[in-house]
């Protein structure tokens, strides 16, 4: 959909090559010392660029470390690969870009050497075992290599098979020999796949992603593509203004892969300022397309009455992004999270890097009843996003899955997702993301065929908000929702509001096969549709107060 070319590098008064550090294009060497030497060079010398010849460089991490490449610490950076690619030889992540500003990576792509999931199609069932023969990807070892999640695949539609034949547990895969090998260890339910049935099978989810980000301020990446990561494609948490230009998540033209990335296209936590990704594509992703949202955070008594120790309301295990000097942070009930009692602003964040765990100073004394296991959430880390001309095909979850953000979507499509087409949510009962977006505008996109597979949800289009015991919230957590010149196309239900407020829906027109295909319920203070087709109108279930404008 989006052709975009390669921008030759000029040179610079401060151009440092990677050659000049011993990286060689296509010599099938690792190049990592090399082009971190030259990337170490940059940092020292602000306003440089990293120039990179065309071809393959190969990566990989040390024993030990969880990155390739690494950029800390640095200002006023570019990274010009000028059409080079980064072959990944590890299960580590690519690159890491952490505590620096203005950083810009360009003209550059990404890959792992060996596909970090295998292909496959069942030829015989054994007990509870699965024996299937390798049809692409990567073989398994014949010591058995294991395995975090698989799905059905549906070869003729290239895309996640329909019904929720999708699987988060552990197991073994075993190489036979001849092209053969065994799935092993499954629950005994997997048995039940059938013979013939497809399965993409992933040796990791998530945890070694092609592009991480942290506490960064100014990032910019044009012309960047991945083409396969055993986690995600671009990992950001506590970053300010960031923009993504020509962002593409695929798999190669050349390449018979069924996903490109095992996980998310981009996933923000925690960000901040403006957030944008225009003329983009995410296709045949291994989860959600665009993910951007906060962490819910749970209280622990500190020290003093202003003392306060934040941890992720799910594990304490899961790093936070810290707040800064002066982050307003909002507190609330664990019996009512989406009714806020409490805010103070941040005196002192001495934390680093992701912490599971954070000691913060307030300017205002916490009250007693919510120093310990209240729900917590920094309002000050709530992006304004702007994401426009992206076209997301074929992945399985979600196309866009947005929390406490504000700002538009526009000129997208969303077609062929095995999960919602848009997810607009605040959660502290399960994967504790939020808080609740507001303000979020739709304009002249379209999202069809999707919803039928893993991550299946009530509608198309969803917004809801899950309290501590995962029921639907009373409070109009989600508020302001619009949608204009757009489309709806779905067998079922095309759009789902709860805990909303003020949703509308203009010169729009959708095509459904059920009769409903608008559901709101108690919660939604207000649904206008405004001069759709069909001429009827949206039919809405469940009260809607104070009014329903159909015209």
């Known amino acids: 959909m989006f052709m975009v070319g390669i921008v030759s590098p000029a040179l610079y008064a401060a151009d440092i090559k990677v050659s000049g550090y011993g990286a060689v294009a296509g010599d099938g060497r690792d190049d990592s010392i090399a082009i971190q030497a030259a990337i170490k060079a940059a940092i020292n010398k602000p306003d440089s660029v990293v120039l990179f010849d065309p071809g393959i460089y190969d990566i990989a991490a040390i024993q030990g470390s969880n990155r390739a490449l690494e950029v800390a610490g640095a200002s006023n950076l570019k990274i010009n690969g000028a059409g080079a690619t980064l072959r990944v030889h590890s299960v580590s992540n690519g690159i890491i870009i952490r505590d620096s ?70 197991g073994t895969f075993t190489g036979q020999g001849g ?135 799910r594990a304490q295990g899961i790093g936070v992004s810290p707040p800064r000097v002066g982050d307003l ?58 994401l426009s001309r992206i076209s997301i095909e074929r992945n399985r979850a979600r196309g866009f899955w947005l929390q406490g953000i504000s700002g538009d979507v526009k000129d997208c499509t969303v077609s062929g997702s095995s999960g919602p087409a848009v997810e607009l949510r605040s959660d502290v009962y399960d994967s504790w993301e939020g808080p609740a977006p507001t303000a979020v505008r739709f304009d002249n996109c379209s999202f069809g065929d999707c919803n039928y597979g893993p991550g299946k949800s009530v509608a198309l289009i969803n917004s809801y908000a899950l309290d501590s015991t995962g029921s639907i919230s009373a409070i109009r957590a989600i508020d302001t929702i619009a949608f204009s010149h757009c489309e709806f196309i779905a067998d079922g239900q095309l759009l789902s509001f709860k805990s909303t407020r003020s949703v509308t829906i203009a010169n729009s027109k959708y095509s459904s096969k059920t009769a409903t295909p608008v559901v709101a319920d108690d919660t939604t203070m207000l649904l206008e549709s405004t001069n759709n087709v069909p001429g009827a109108g949206f039919k809405l279930v469940s009260p809607i107060a104070p009014t329903i404008s159909i015209k």
């Open 101 to 170: 500003t203005n950083i810009s990576l360009e003209n550059l792509s990404f890959e792992w050497s060996s596909l970090p999931f295998s292909q496959a199609r069942v030829v015989s069932v054994e007990n509870n075992d699965l024996i299937v023969s390798i049809v692409g990807g990567t073989t398994p070892s014949t010591a058995g290599t294991p395995v975090t999640s698989l799905f059905l695949y549906d070869e003729v539609k290239r895309r996640p098979a329909a019904g929720g034949n999708d699987w988060y547990v552990g």
């Open 179 to 313: 092209g053969k090998a065994r799935l092993s260890g499954f629950p005994s339910y997997l048995s039940r796949v059938g013979v013939g049935a497809s399965l993409l099978i992933r040796f990791q989810t998530y945890g070694a992603n092609a592009i991480v980000c942290f506490n960064n301020r100014q990032l910019t990446f044009t012309r960047v593509s991945v083409h396969s990561a055993p986690g995600m494609a671009a990992a950001l948490s506590g970053c300010e203004d960031v923009q993504f230009s020509y962002f593409r998540v695929l798999p190669r033209i050349d390449a018979p892969q069924w996903i490109s990335t095992n996980a998310d296209g981009i996933h923000a936590t925690d960000c901040r300022g403006n957030f944008s990704v225009s003329n983009s594509v995410f296709k045949a992703l291994g989860d959600d397309a665009i993910n951007i949202g906060g962490l819910m955070l749970l209280s622990q008594k500190g020290t003093t009455a202003r003392e306060v120790v934040l941890h992720h309301g």
């Open 329 to 386: 942070l909002k507190f609330s009930s664990i019996n009512e999270p989406y009714k806020v009692v409490f805010s103070a602003s941040v005196v002192t964040s001495l934390a680093t890097g992701l912490p599971v765990q954070q000691t913060v100073t307030l300017d205002a004394d916490v009250p007693v009843a919510l120093q310990s296991q209240a729900v917590v959430f920094n309002s000050s880390a709530r992006p304004v996003i702007n």
